[in-house]
Nanobody, 124 residues
């Protein structure tokens, strides 16, 4: 079992950068592939990106490619989402999630553990 707590959200201007963090409890963080999802008002939750247990595999949504980078520090039990060149359409609640799979997937059902989310608002 793992518990996840996101932080780092805020109100940003378009073009700015922001790094989200997700701290995980437990001693088996390195056993989980990690993912980031987001949900905008009135929209379904969507995949942003994911990272395998051992850093060897990443997966990004088209909207994130080239702007967002996922990384993890297994020693700190933390996964990060670096977001650059933010756009108003990036406004959403961002969630991190943990999967017992080796590699990250793009579907919510592949993740069994979720954080509570952190709000990111990008103004134009």
């Amino acid at each position: 079992q793992v518990q996840l707590v996101e932080s780092g959200g805020g109100l940003m201007q378009a073009g700015a950068s922001l790094r989200l963090s997700c701290a995980a409890s437990g001693r088996t963080f390195s056993s989980y592939a990690m993912g980031w999802f987001r949900q905008a008002p009135g929209k379904e939750r969507e995949f942003v990106g994911g990272l395998s247990r051992s850093y060897s595999s990443t997966l990004y949504a088209d909207s994130a490619k080239g702007r967002f980078t996922i990384s993890r520090d297994n020693a700190k039990n933390t996964v990060y989402l670096q977001m650059n060149s933010l756009k108003p359409e990036d406004t959403a609640v961002y969630y991190c999630a943990a999967s017992t799979r080796v590699r990250p997937g793009a579907r919510s059902y592949e993740y069994g553990f979720w954080g509570q989310g952190t709000q990111v608002t990008v103004s134009s």
